[in-house]
């Protein structure tokens, strides 16, 4: 929880890296702090770790979303600073170190590890952006 | 009104949107807006993350414009402003020079100073150590190593080369550092030592935007922005990876 938790100031250092100014800045951390919490009780309860990325992602982009309309701006300041710290750097750090040590067996494990990893969080975020669209179709339609 | 200062004030938009990382559905539709708000008519804009062109026409004559741009920095709160900017022309009535001063003056914003810059990767990389279940004394580490990373990067930003072996650089560094942290027994987990920091390089924002403009249906850019994302992460893997080749037999 609390590690999860720590999540708000990798998103916190990206916002500010991403020159974002003012109350947007904290929405920002907030968000990326609610995905890593999100994450870990996920991976508490025992959940796949694909599963917990993929829910976390859905959490975040949902905020993303909404915020982006309390705070009037487009949703993409919130999405990239929050979902940094999901990406699997990790993943990406023992594959490369497993073909260091000539252990293609293993890099392969790895890698394809990695790949999945970054595919459940294409998915979250596609599965929100997705149903934002019908949304705004339909909004479009009423009106 | 002068068609050819439009022509040049929706393209200008446009190349701020891109160079600062916007997505290309939002860059398309900017230059739109911008173009129909001054009265043109048939507009059709078309965005690319290396180029931008636009074609209106106004009293039946055609005007168009094409810019080549590059990716350069990412600064969200650009986007946001020229994004604000476009929507307020029609409900202020401006007009085309003020808006175009506006433009210009949004695009010499500098971002935040370079000591919150580095204190900022510091505390990222910080957080990371936690996030990836470190101890405080590898956060420390990471907080160090994240600072003098990035006061690196900004060294390397200032040499013109392809980002292909920046990254790379980038990398290696990372690595070097973790690896004589670990040899004078300053960290616990060299790995997350690593892989905290190496998450400062990470292509977050090319991953976000290869996937919101491959849904939204930009084919092209979506491809260049994962061909970016991948090629990155190959770079910063190889930089630590031959460190680890070269280094790790002496040094672990």
Same mark, same amino acid.
């Given at each position: 929880m609390i590690n999860g938790f720590m999540a708000v100031f990798a998103s916190l250092g990206f916002a500010l890296l991403f020159n974002i100014r003012g109350d947007k800045l904290f929405a920002a951390a907030l968000i990326g702090g609610i995905g890593g919490v999100f994450y870990d009780l996920l991976i508490f309860f025992h959940c796949s770790n694909y599963f917990s990325l993929f829910f976390a992602c859905v959490a975040i982009s949902i905020l993303s979303e909404l915020f982006a309309r309390i705070l009037k701006c487009p949703v993409t300041t919130f999405l990239i600073c929050a979902l940094i710290?999901?990406?699997p750097g990790g993943?990406? +750090? +023992?594959?490369m170190l497993e073909i260091v040590q000539n252990n293609i067996d293993g890099a392969i494990l790895k890698g394809i590890d990695t790949i999945v990893q970054a595919g459940s969080i294409v998915l979250g975020c596609l599965f929100v952006s997705s149903i934002m669209q019908i949304y705004k179709q339909l909004k479009r339609k009423n009106s | 009104m002068d068609c050819n200062q439009l022509a040049r004030a929706a393209t200008k938009a446009g190349m701020i949107l891109l160079e600062s990382g916007a997505e290309t559905y939002r860059v398309e539709d900017t230059m739109k807006r911008i173009c129909e708000a001054y009265g043109a008519d048939v507009v059709d804009a078309y965005a690319t993350p290396t180029l931008l062109i636009i074609s209106f026409s106004i009293h039946h004559e055609l005007y168009h414009n094409v810019k080549r741009t590059q990716i350069k920095t990412v600064d969200l709160s650009k986007i946001d402003?020229?994004?604000?900017? %476009?929507?307020s022309i029609l409900a202020t009535s401006m007009p085309l020079e003020e808006f175009y001063i506006r433009l210009e003056k949004i695009h010499e914003e500098k971002p935040y100073p370079k000591g919150i810059m580095i204190f900022a990767a510091a505390?990222?990389? /910080? #957080?990371f150590a936690f996030f990836f279940r470190g101890t405080m004394r590898d956060a420390l580490c990471a907080f160090v190593i994240g600072a003098l990373l990035k006061i690196c990067m900004i060294e390397l930003d200032k040499i013109d080369f392809n980002s292909f072996f920046k990254y790379l650089m980038g990398g290696a560094i990372t690595t070097i550092l973790a690896i004589l942290c670990t040899k004078w027994n300053l960290c616990d987990s060299m790995d997350t030592l690593i892989i905290s920091v @190496?998450?400062?390089l990470v292509? #977050?924002?090319a991953i976000t935007n290869a996937i919101r403009d491959t849904v939204s249906g930009d084919l092209v850019s979506g491809m260049a922005r994962t061909t970016e994302a991948i090629l990155i992460a190959v770079a @910063? &893997?190889?930089g630590s990876g031959l460190? /680890? &080749? %070269?280094l790790g037999g002496i040094l672990v």
């Open positions: 710290p999901l990406v993943g990406m +750090y +023992y594959t | 402003k020229v994004n604000d900017l %476009s929507r505390l990222c990389t /910080f #957080g @190496i998450m400062l292509p #977050g924002l @910063i &893997a190889l460190v /680890f &080749a %070269s």
